[in-house]
């Protein structure tokens, strides 16, 4: 970036106030969500390879979104959840909204699916997921967030490049 008399300036970012914002990536966090709600349009569902914690690639569900570069890494809990809303096939997900939000698994810090814009209803969800119990989950039937939400968030280097 430039000034007036053609000095470049470092970029200003947000102060950051999450751990999970000092290391920026191209997967949303869930340090990022700064504990709000954030609601996404679908833009495409991929499936990776993806570096596991055993440092072997594993392939991993992504989601890519219309307001953001960021993608979001997809578990089987989301997907079941996704799956539930809009149905089983993918091309079907597209263009659907979604509201995530901040949460753990295992003391460890995830992101869940609320919810959509797009739901007529409540649905209650059973996750069964091997070698654990099966739980339910509601997903919410949500109100678009407001643009300078969505625009907050792009710009506080959660969902941003």
């Given at each position: 970036m430039s000034t007036e008399?053609?000095?470049?300036?470092?970029?200003?970012?947000?102060?950051?106030?999450d751990f999970d914002q000092l290391y920026p990536g191209r997967f949303i966090k869930a340090g990022e969500l700064l504990g709000k709600k954030i609601t996404l349009t679908i833009a495409d569902v991929d499936l990776e390879d993806l570096m596991g914690e055993d440092n072997k690639p594993k392939a991993k569900a992504t989601l890519t979104f219309k307001e953001t570069e960021k993608q979001?890494?997809?578990?089987k809990t989301n997907g079941i959840c996704l799956k539930a809303m809009f149905g089983k096939k993918l091309s079907d997900w597209v263009g659907k909204r979604i509201t995530i939000f901040p949460d753990t698994w295992n003391g460890e810090p995830a992101i869940r699916i609320w919810g959509s814009p797009d739901l007529a209803e409540e649905a209650e969800v059973e996750i069964a997921l091997p070698r654990r119990r099966p739980f339910k989950k509601m997903m919410h039937r949500t109100a678009k967030i407001a643009r300078a939400e969505a625009d907050q968030a792009s710009t506080t280097e959660a969902p941003g490049p």
């Open positions: 008399n053609g000095e470049d300036q470092p970029r200003r970012r947000a102060k950051p106030v979001m890494v997809m578990c």
